[in-house]
């Protein structure tokens, strides 16, 4: 192999997460390779909304403007959310936030996920030290005695001393090291749109929930909002296959008329929801990042934020180790990764599991508790802000560009 075909990393995916890591290594003495299949799109304000957005944490919009990425984000468009208002169909139990309330302007922003993606992009191409593959796929991967040797689909070989897993859910990365996975499907799909509300938003992320899944309306830029809503396949089925004046109607009682009739969808999508955690984020010239590593219930908008912690994370672990002349590749070193970012990881999960099962049950003790719950978390301003301030991506042990504010 050419030694100009050898690199320090090589990040297999560039979707927001794996782009997010490359970007946190421009500029520095590492030699970054990134592999990808299809390059983002432009996004031009005559072009329809996309139906995958991402709810951005403050956390995650620190990393985006350390990076020089959140500039180029909200040049395209972003949708920030002042507040939240949580309640549950089953009772008369409500939460609602405010991001006045902590001080802040906002509780985060609704982003496209190919603003976000073309965004990083944009910073990927200017950095000197960072190769870009696309389109380019992952044929097969093998250890040699001191790198991983990756194959490309169109023959090309590449060799690095790290290989890091940024493909998804279904990461070839993660089948090639042989690590397991554990989980469980929701018997649940998702169903994604763009509606257009009889009456504004009012910078508000609304979430209903109901028997069969929570229901959340996601504002937009232009005052229509994007949902999700999680209910059982079947269910998801026939939402697909209504016309779209019979799906509005159908929407507009789900979700009791808060917003008024809702007067116009986009197309529909769905995808099924599981919970899925890696038994290990790590092995000696490997680790995995975002989605390879761990997949949780979307009802509150976490998992991307999770992925995108888990870069900055790596990112310093890296940095940290090249700084002190350590093997980025070894264990030891890629272990500091994987304790910082797996616990973490599992309690948000966790959380996330519970509500979906406290929310999802009918049996009336427990309706009846969760209602009550939630008027009295609703009251108690310490712990709501505490509710907040996890929400925004502020606690536990953040990484160095996290933690950087300047908005």
Same mark, same amino acid.
């Given at each position: 192999?050419?030694?100009?075909?050898?690199?320090?990393?090589?990040? *297999?995916?560039?979707?927001?997460?794996?782009?997010?890591?490359?970007?946190?290594?421009?500029?520095?003495?590492?030699?970054?390779?990134?592999?990808?299949?299809?390059?983002?799109?432009? =996004?031009?304000?005559?072009?329809?909304?996309?139906?995958?957005?991402?709810?951005?944490?403050?956390?995650?919009?620190?990393?985006?403007?350390?990076?020089?990425?959140?500039?180029?984000?909200?040049?395209?468009?972003?949708?920030?959310?002042?507040?939240?208002?949580?309640?549950?169909?089953?009772?008369?139990?409500?939460?609602?936030?405010?991001?006045? &309330?902590?001080?802040?302007?906002?509780?985060?922003?609704?982003?496209?996920?190919? *603003?976000?993606?073309?965004?990083?992009? +944009?910073?990927?191409?200017?950095?000197?030290?960072?190769?870009?593959?696309?389109?380019?796929?992952?044929? &097969?991967?093998?250890?040699?005695?001191?790198?991983?040797?990756?194959?490309? &689909?169109?023959?090309?070989?590449?060799?690095?001393?790290?290989? *890091?897993?940024?493909?998804?859910?279904?990461?070839?990365?993660?089948?090639?090291?042989?690590?397991?996975?554990?989980?469980?499907?929701?018997?649940?799909?998702? =169903?994604?749109?763009?509606?257009?509300?009889?009456?504004?938003?009012?910078?508000?992320?609304?979430?209903?929930?109901?028997?069969?899944?929570?229901?959340?309306?996601?504002?937009?830029?232009?005052?229509?909002?994007?949902?999700?809503?999680?209910?059982?396949?079947?269910?998801?089925?026939?939402?697909?296959?209504?016309?779209?004046?019979?799906?509005?109607?159908?929407?507009?009682?789900?979700?009791?008329?808060?917003?008024?009739?809702?007067?116009?969808?986009?197309?529909?999508?769905?995808?099924?929801?599981?919970?899925?955690?890696?038994?290990?984020?790590?092995?000696?010239?490997?680790?995995?990042?975002?989605?390879?590593?761990?997949?949780?219930?979307?009802?509150?908008?976490?998992?991307?934020?999770?992925?995108?912690?888990?870069?900055?994370?790596?990112? +310093?672990?890296?940095?940290?180790?090249?700084?002190?002349?350590?093997?980025?590749?070894?264990?030891?070193?890629?272990?500091?990764?994987?304790?910082?970012?797996?616990?973490?990881?599992?309690?948000?999960?966790?959380?996330?599991?519970?509500?979906?099962?406290?929310?999802?049950?009918?049996?009336?003790?427990?309706?009846?508790?969760?209602?009550?719950?939630?008027?009295?978390?609703?009251?108690?301003?310490?712990?709501?802000?505490?509710?907040?301030?996890?929400?925004?991506?502020?606690?536990?042990?953040?990484?160095?560009?996290?933690?950087?504010?300047?908005?």
């Amino acid at each position: 192999m050419n030694r100009s075909e050898q690199y320090d990393v090589l990040i *297999v995916g560039a979707g927001m997460v794996g782009a997010t890591l490359a970007c946190a290594l421009a500029g520095s003495s590492l030699r970054v390779a990134i592999l990808e299949g299809v390059a983002p799109r432009e =996004v031009n304000a005559a072009d329809p909304v996309d139906l995958r957005v991402s709810a951005v944490t403050r956390a995650s919009q620190n990393i985006f403007t350390a990076l020089g990425a959140w500039e180029g984000m909200a040049a395209r468009r972003v949708s920030p959310y002042r507040e939240m208002h949580v309640w549950d169909a089953g009772g008369d139990g409500v939460i609602h936030f405010d991001s006045s &309330e902590v001080g802040e302007a906002e509780l985060g922003h609704i982003v496209e996920n190919r *603003v976000v993606q073309i965004a990083l992009w +944009e910073q990927l191409r200017r950095a000197e030290n960072i190769s870009v593959f696309c389109p380019a796929a992952c044929a &097969e991967l093998r250890r040699e005695a001191e790198h991983i040797s990756v194959r490309l &689909e169109d023959g090309r070989l590449l060799g690095a001393r790290l290989v *890091v897993g940024a493909d998804g859910a279904q990461s070839r990365v993660r089948r090639f090291a042989r690590i397991a996975v554990h989980g469980w499907q929701y018997d649940q799909h998702g =169903v994604v749109a763009t509606v257009r509300s009889e009456r504004g938003h009012r910078e508000t992320a609304w979430q209903r929930f109901l028997p069969d899944g929570p229901l959340a309306f996601l504002p937009l830029h232009d005052g229509r909002c994007s949902i999700v809503w999680s209910t059982s396949p079947a269910h998801a089925a026939r939402l697909l296959a209504m016309e779209d004046a019979a799906f509005c109607e159908e929407l507009t009682r789900a979700f009791a008329g808060t917003l008024g009739r809702i007067e116009a969808t986009s197309e529909r999508a769905a995808f099924p929801l599981h919970l899925q955690h890696a038994e290990r984020y790590v092995t000696a010239g490997l680790a995995l990042i975002g989605d390879a590593a761990h997949t949780v219930h979307p009802l509150a908008g976490q998992g991307v934020n999770l992925g995108i912690l888990d870069a900055a994370a790596l990112a +310093e672990v890296l940095l940290d180790a090249r700084a002190a002349h350590k093997d980025i590749a070894s264990l030891a070193v890629l272990r500091r990764y994987e304790r910082w970012r797996k616990g973490h990881n599992l309690l948000m999960m966790a959380g996330m599991d519970g509500f979906k099962r406290l929310f999802g049950s009918d049996w009336w003790p427990l309706r009846i508790a969760r209602n009550a719950g939630l008027t009295l978390t609703d009251r108690l301003s310490p712990v709501k802000h505490h509710i907040m301030a996890q929400a925004m991506g502020r606690g536990g042990d953040l990484p160095r560009l996290a933690r950087t504010v300047n908005l």
